[in-house]
Structure formats: C-alpha cells, structure tokens
C-alpha cells in the first residue's frame, strides 16, 4: 500500500500537533500520526511563555485555553523558604502590560492544538512510524507506517520527526545527540485547593521546590528529590518525607495537608538534558524533544517546540513551495537561523537549573551570588526575562556573568534597552 502528502509528521505530542497547525495554515496535506492509541495522563508542560503563546495565537489555540479557564501568571519569583523573594521576573512590567504566562493542564494544551488543526491536516492515531525512505540520492523521500490495514509506504517531500528524546528516526537519519541526566529528579503532585497566584521557584537546602496554579482551583508542586532518596520508603515513610519537605520550607505550611493527600497520584520523573548536534538533514526536520530537552523548572521544553514548529513553517513559506528543493533550501535555513536560538535556551535552561537545584555548598553560595546580583542589576534582569519569555531574545554575554558574579561592576546596569 501506498499514499502520498506533502508532510508526514511522526508523533503527536505538543511538537507534532504545533508542527501540523503551522504547516497545515500554509495549504500544505499533511499527515499527523502517533503510535499511541491513547495520550498517557502525564503532565508534563503545562507553563506557556509569552514567545511560544504568539504563535498559539495566531493558530486560534490561545482563545482555546482560555475558555477553558487557563491561568494567568504575570510573574516568576526566585524564593527562600520562608517566601523571601530573592528574584523576580515581572513579565507585565518588563514586556509589556499583556505579556503573561499561561497555565494549563497538559492534555488541554494538546487538546487546544489538536482542535485548530485544519482540514488538509489528517491525525491518525495507533500508527507507528517504522523507518524512512530515501530516494535514489539517499534524501529522504516519505517512511514506511505501520497501521491497523497494515503496512503502507507514505511518500512525503517533508518528514518531520516529532517524536521525542528517543527518536527512532533521529537515530535512523544518524543524527547523533547524547542524552544526559541531571543528577535528581522530580517529584509531581498535584494538590487540590488555590495556594500560589504566581510562579514561585523556592530554593531550599535540599533543592528546588516549584509552585504555580493549574486552572479548577488546583496547585502543582514540583519538588527536587536525589536519585534514590525514595526508594522504597513506602507510603507511611512517604508521608513522613513530605512533613519534613514542608518543614524546610515554611511557605508550603498552608499546602501540608494537601501535599500529603496528593501523594496518591505522584508522579517520579527524571530529568534529561539534550541537544541534536543537527536539526535537518535533506527531506527530515527534527522538532522538539527529538532535538532538544531542557530542566522543566525554566518552563521552556514545550515552549520551544512551539516555537520550532512556528519556525520550521516561517522558513517554508519563505521559499514559498513543497516541491523537494524548497523544502531542501528551507531546512537549510532552518537549520542556519534555529540552531543558534536551541544552544542559547539549552544555556540559559542549564544555568537556571544549577543555580536552584545544586546543592552542594559551594554551588549554593554560587546560584545565591548569581542570583543576588541579578536582582540588583536592572538591564540584567530585563535581559534575563526577556529570554525565558522567548521575546526578543537577548543572550548574555561572558562579561555580564561576570556582573553576575560581581567580579566586576556594570556602569550601565540602569540601561534597559527597548
Ligand atoms: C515534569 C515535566 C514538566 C515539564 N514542564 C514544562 C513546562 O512547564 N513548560 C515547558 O515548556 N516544557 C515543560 N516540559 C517539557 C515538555 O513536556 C516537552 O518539551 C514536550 O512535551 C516535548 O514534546 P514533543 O512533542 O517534542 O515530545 P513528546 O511529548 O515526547 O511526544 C512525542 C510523541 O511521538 C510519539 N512517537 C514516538 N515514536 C513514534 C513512532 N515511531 N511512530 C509514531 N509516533 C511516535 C509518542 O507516542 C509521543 O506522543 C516538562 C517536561 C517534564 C518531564
């Protein structure tokens, strides 16, 4: 069996939907599959930044979210236990009085990409993207499916491999990348109740403990815990675990009871570090975590797969067409003008996550410098906001860590650039 489309795109998480609703706005046929029959209920991204909600915008997907009660958050907040603010970003007053953050469940995210996609976009679900078919000078010209019919050779000018930190095909296409790991994990609860009207990132003794508000009245807790320091302790043990986390973070006192009620429906997660030495090769583009993964503290794994998908479609329609050559020239540009922007967030991610979640005592006294000289320094802080939003990107450069560290002191620090 046989079909033919202008884009096959391999799997349907958040790079895959935002990758069909991109490409599919440009007229394109495209063919949306995943070999998952169902999502898994894991959340995982649910903090959207101000670079990645334009495009949501733009695909309709934004109103969505908000009609289903999306949270608003207009600032991230560095904290002591004890609720102390240490640094803050305040998107409204640095971007702009409506750039904000949103908050929503994951599985809404998906559903609200899922619901913009337009008719030329097919999405099949239970498919698996078995291999790659290359043309007779080794392009990529389509994949071999797996579907319930049976196996069916889809042609495609355009594969998109949307398939996460394990991505088959990026492997296939010898694309390389070294997954790393961060030498914690994450513990997930989610807490029924209204605690938190911000994004709070407290940093304690034992790591980081992350808070922010879900829509329905709800609250996410994200704490940092060692690679075995749960192992099997058992629910009774768990419960004592969480009083003496509250007890070193005196600021989640009014969420006690609530933390110990959601250690039901935890979720351990670890923690990857990632980034493909290359994004497109002729006739394949990698988006998302099959390109890139980042600490999920600094809320920009998801986002940057929007942003890919939105950029992946800008360079398409700027050569204007899918015969095999223009997809060609735009995956090289895709590649040129992309690749700078992924290695400034894998940066940016990696230095936000060691400055809260090492513990050791001399990458504690490091993460409180850094953390302290930003605060006081207004062109940093502006400079610092405006890349975790992903607005007008600004990457700071080896003299700011300097500023940072205070190892030499910034004559222009009151000068914010517009
Ligand atoms: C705990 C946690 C919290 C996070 N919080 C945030 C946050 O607040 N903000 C943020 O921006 N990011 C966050 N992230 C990161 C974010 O979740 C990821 O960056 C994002 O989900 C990656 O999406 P993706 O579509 O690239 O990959 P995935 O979500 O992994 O989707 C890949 C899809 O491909 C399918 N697939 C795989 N192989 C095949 C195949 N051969 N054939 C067909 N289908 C296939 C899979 O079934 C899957 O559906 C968080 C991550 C974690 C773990």
């Given at each position: 069996?046989?079909?033919?489309?202008?884009?096959?795109?391999?799997?349907?998480?958040?790079?895959?939907?935002?990758?069909?609703?991109?490409?599919?706005?440009?007229?394109?046929?495209?063919?949306?599959?995943?070999?998952?029959?169902?999502?898994?209920?894991i959340a995982k991204g649910e903090l959207l930044q101000p670079g990645a909600l334009s495009s949501l915008r733009e695909w309709g997907a934004e109103e969505i979210l908000l009609r289903q009660g999306a949270c608003a958050l207009d600032?991230?907040?560095?904290?002591?236990?004890?609720?102390?603010?240490?640094?803050?970003?305040?998107?409204?007053?640095?971007?702009?009085?409506?750039?904000?953050?949103?908050?929503?469940?994951?599985?809404?995210?998906?559903?609200?990409?899922?619901?913009?996609?337009?008719?030329?976009?097919?999405?099949?679900?239970?498919?698996?993207?078995?291999?790659?078919?290359?043309?007779?000078?080794?392009?990529?010209?389509?994949?071999?499916?797996?579907?319930?019919?049976?196996?069916?050779?889809?042609?495609?000018?355009?594969?998109?491999?949307?398939?996460?930190?394990?991505?088959?095909?990026?492997?296939?296409?010898?694309?390389?990348?070294?997954?790393?790991?961060?030498?914690?994990?994450?513990?997930?609860?989610?807490?029924?109740?209204?605690?938190?009207?911000?994004?709070?990132?407290?940093?304690?003794?034992?790591?980081?403990?992350?808070?922010?508000?879900?829509?329905?009245?709800?609250?996410?807790?994200?704490?940092?815990?060692?690679?075995?320091?749960?192992?099997?302790?058992?629910?009774?043990?768990?419960?004592?675990?969480?009083?003496?986390?509250?007890?070193?973070?005196?600021?989640?006192?009014?969420?006690?009871?609530?933390?110990?009620?959601?250690?039901?429906?935890?979720?351990?997660?670890?923690?990857?570090?990632?980034?493909?030495?290359?994004?497109?090769?002729?006739?394949?583009?990698?988006?998302?975590?099959?390109?890139?993964?980042?600490?999920?503290?600094?809320?920009?794994?998801?986002?940057?797969?929007?942003?890919?998908?939105?950029?992946?479609?800008?360079?398409?329609?700027?050569?204007?067409?899918?015969?095999?050559?223009?997809?060609d020239e735009a995956l090289r540009s895709y590649q040129r003008e992309r690749m700078p922007m992924l290695e400034h967030i894998a940066t940016v991610s990696h230095n936000a996550a060691r400055m809260i979640t090492d513990v050791s005592?001399?990458?504690?006294?490091?993460?409180?410098?850094?953390?302290?000289?930003?605060?006081?320094n207004p062109r940093l802080l502006a400079a610092t906001c405006h890349n975790m939003a992903g607005v007008d990107v600004r990457p700071l450069r080896l003299t700011d860590r300097f500023y940072q560290l205070g190892l030499l002191r910034?004559?222009?620090?009151?000068?914010?650039?517009?």
């Amino acid at each position: 069996m046989s079909e033919e489309v202008d884009v096959l795109v391999c799997g349907a998480g958040v790079g895959g939907l935002a990758t069909a609703a991109a490409i599919g706005a440009l007229g394109a046929t495209v063919l949306l599959v995943d070999k998952l029959t169902r999502r898994p209920p894991i959340a995982k991204g649910e903090l959207l930044q101000p670079g990645a909600l334009s495009s949501l915008r733009e695909w309709g997907a934004e109103e969505i979210l908000l009609r289903q009660g999306a949270c608003a958050l207009d600032r991230l907040s560095i904290r002591a236990p004890d609720g102390e603010s240490l640094l803050a970003l305040d998107y409204a007053a640095v971007l702009g009085p409506k750039e904000r953050l949103l908050a929503a469940d994951h599985q809404t995210i998906l559903d609200a990409l899922e619901a913009t996609l337009p008719g030329n976009v097919t999405i099949r679900r239970g498919v698996r993207v078995d291999r790659l078919i290359r043309d007779s000078a080794g392009r990529v010209a389509g994949a071999h499916i797996q579907q319930p019919g049976g196996e069916t050779a889809v042609r495609a000018r355009l594969v998109v491999a949307a398939d996460g930190i394990g991505s088959k095909l990026r492997a296939e296409a010898e694309m390389g990348g070294k997954r790393a790991e961060y030498a914690h994990r994450l513990l997930s609860f989610e807490v029924a109740g209204e605690y938190a009207g911000e994004l709070s990132a407290y940093v304690t003794e034992r790591g980081l403990r992350l808070v922010y508000p879900l829509p329905g009245g709800t609250t996410r807790v994200y704490t940092q815990v060692g690679p075995d320091e749960l192992r099997g302790i058992g629910h009774v043990g768990l419960v004592g675990w969480t009083h003496r986390m509250v007890d070193g973070v005196p600021a989640l006192d009014p969420m006690r009871d609530g933390l110990v009620a959601a250690l039901a429906g935890r979720q351990l997660l670890p923690v990857p570090r990632f980034l493909a030495p290359s994004l497109a090769k002729p006739g394949l583009a990698l988006v998302g975590e099959s390109a890139h993964a980042v600490h999920p503290m600094a809320a920009q794994g998801m986002n940057t797969a929007i942003t890919d998908a939105a950029a992946l479609a800008d360079r398409l329609r700027a050569v204007g067409g899918f015969a095999a050559a223009d997809v060609d020239e735009a995956l090289r540009s895709y590649q040129r003008e992309r690749m700078p922007m992924l290695e400034h967030i894998a940066t940016v991610s990696h230095n936000a996550a060691r400055m809260i979640t090492d513990v050791s005592p001399l990458g504690r006294l490091l993460g409180r410098t850094l953390m302290r000289n930003t605060a006081r320094n207004p062109r940093l802080l502006a400079a610092t906001c405006h890349n975790m939003a992903g607005v007008d990107v600004r990457p700071l450069r080896l003299t700011d860590r300097f500023y940072q560290l205070g190892l030499l002191r910034d004559a222009n620090a009151q000068v914010i650039a517009r």
